[in-house]
Nanobody, 116 residues
Framework: QVQLVESGGGLVQAGGSLRLSCAAS????????MSWYRQAPGKERELVAT????????NYPESVKGRFTISRDNAKNTVTLQMNSLKPEDTAVYYC?????????WGQGTQVTVSS
């Protein structure tokens, strides 16, 4: 049974930091590309970070580049998202995603709220 379980969300003031974690099970984690997405109310789901299988390559959109850092531990089947200098516009539900070709899995999401 495939599971992606996110944790670490919460309420933080603007300028603060949060660290999200995603624990994966039920599939071969090390061969999947892992990403974090977010979705704010009334908006489409947005990709915020991607890390490739070995962990040596990651990508970010301009909106979070320099503030967010994605990492993975293939021995522990976990992926994390360190979020610094948070802004109110970062408020959203954050989702963990695993992708291998046309196959992908999603977590249930964790709420991040940044107050001004």
């Amino acid at each position: 049974q495939v599971q992606l379980v996110e944790s670490g969300g919460g309420l933080v003031q603007a300028g603060g930091s949060l660290r999200l974690s995603c624990a994966a099970s039920g599939f071969t984690f090390s061969v999947y590309v892992m990403s974090w997405y977010r979705q704010a109310p009334g908006k489409e789901r947005e990709l915020v970070a991607t890390i490739f299988t070995t962990g040596s390559t990651s990508n970010y959109p301009e909106s979070v580049k320099g503030r967010f850092t994605i990492s993975r531990d293939n021995a522990k089947n976990t992926v994390t998202l360190q979020m610094n200098s948070l802004k109110p516009e970062d408020t959203a539900v954050y989702y963990c995603n695993a992708r291998l070709g046309g196959r992908q899995y999603w977590g249930q999401g964790t709420q991040v709220t940044v107050s001004s």
